[in-house]
């Protein structure tokens, strides 16, 4: 497995704006996979808001749940980025819902007994002006593990507004030099570790 190895990563953006209400949440998806970009990286974005995603913990819901499809692209991807503001000092509630519709992966596994999703990296974005990102970081980062991704080193990038501020990520004239050189940590991190994973899979149980 080679550098040039292509990727695919797919961006599910949370936040409660449905489009085309522009989303820092969407603002910052999208900068990190410019950044995969520079490392062979290609990628889709869903706003998840703007798919009847229904409740519930399994795979498919039945008539009418948008997740089946989402879950296709998915499972093409190698790289996952999940996106969320912060509200009330919490991910957004289509973040949990995404959470919920990924423990159905559980109970899927291959021939060896490995979950699907092992082999599949996970990295998150969060933006807010209020505290919270290290909380939600940490929050996603076990439920993604707990599902089967693989975390890579650094791989949560964040903007915070100061405290009781009230500007918004994509209002800022600029992005902060601290955000955008995680951003590309996290990125040159991601494509190395799913090029890794693709070389040498998990062991089947």
Same mark, same amino acid.
């Given at each position: 497995?080679? *550098?040039?190895?292509?990727?695919?990563?797919l961006?599910?953006?949370? /936040?409660?704006?449905?489009?085309?209400?522009?989303?820092?949440? *969407?603002?910052?998806?999208?900068?990190?996979?410019?950044?995969?970009?520079?490392?062979?990286?290609?990628?889709?974005?869903?706003?998840?808001?703007?798919?009847?995603?229904?409740?519930?913990?399994?795979?498919?819901?039945? *008539?009418?749940?948008?997740?089946?499809?989402?879950?296709?692209?998915?499972?093409?991807?190698?790289?996952?980025?999940?996106?969320?503001?912060?509200?009330?000092?919490?991910? /957004?509630?289509?973040?949990?819902?995404?959470?919920?519709?990924?423990?159905?992966?559980?109970?899927?596994?291959?021939? /060896?007994?490995?979950?699907?999703?092992?082999?599949?990296?996970?990295?998150?974005?969060?933006?807010?002006?209020?505290?919270?990102?290290?909380?939600?970081?940490?929050?996603?980062?076990?439920?993604?593990?707990?599902?089967?991704?693989?975390?890579?080193?650094?791989?949560?990038?964040?903007?915070?507004?100061e405290?009781?501020?009230?500007?918004?990520?994509?209002?800022?004239?600029?992005?902060? *030099?601290?955000?955008a050189?995680?951003?590309?940590?996290?990125?040159?991190?991601?494509a190395?570790?799913?090029?890794?994973?693709?070389?040498?899979?998990?062991?089947g149980?």
């Open positions: 497995m080679t *550098e040039s190895t292509p990727l695919r990563a961006a599910l953006v949370c /936040s409660l704006k449905p489009s085309p209400a522009p989303s820092s949440s *969407e603002l910052l998806a999208r900068q990190i996979l410019d950044e995969l970009a520079k490392h062979g990286g290609t990628g889709d974005v869903v706003r998840v808001v703007d798919h009847d995603v229904k409740p519930g913990v399994e795979i498919d819901m039945g *008539e009418g749940d948008a997740w089946p499809a989402i879950r296709e692209q998915m499972m093409a991807a190698d790289i996952l980025v999940v996106a969320t503001p912060t509200w009330v000092g919490h991910m /957004s509630s289509v973040a949990q819902r995404v959470l919920e519709r990924l423990d159905g992966e559980l109970s899927e596994t291959d021939d /060896s007994g490995r979950p699907l999703i092992a082999g599949k990296v996970a990295v998150t974005a969060v933006v807010g002006n209020e505290d919270g990102a290290h909380k939600i970081t940490a929050d996603l980062f076990q439920g993604l593990n707990d599902i089967g991704f693989t975390i890579p080193s650094q791989g949560g990038t964040y903007w915070n507004d405290a009781m501020g009230g500007r918004d990520y994509k209002d800022l004239d600029e992005t902060p *030099e601290a955000v050189s995680t951003t590309a940590t996290l990125a040159a991190n991601a190395h570790l799913a090029r890794a994973l693709k070389a040498g899979p998990y062991p149980s």
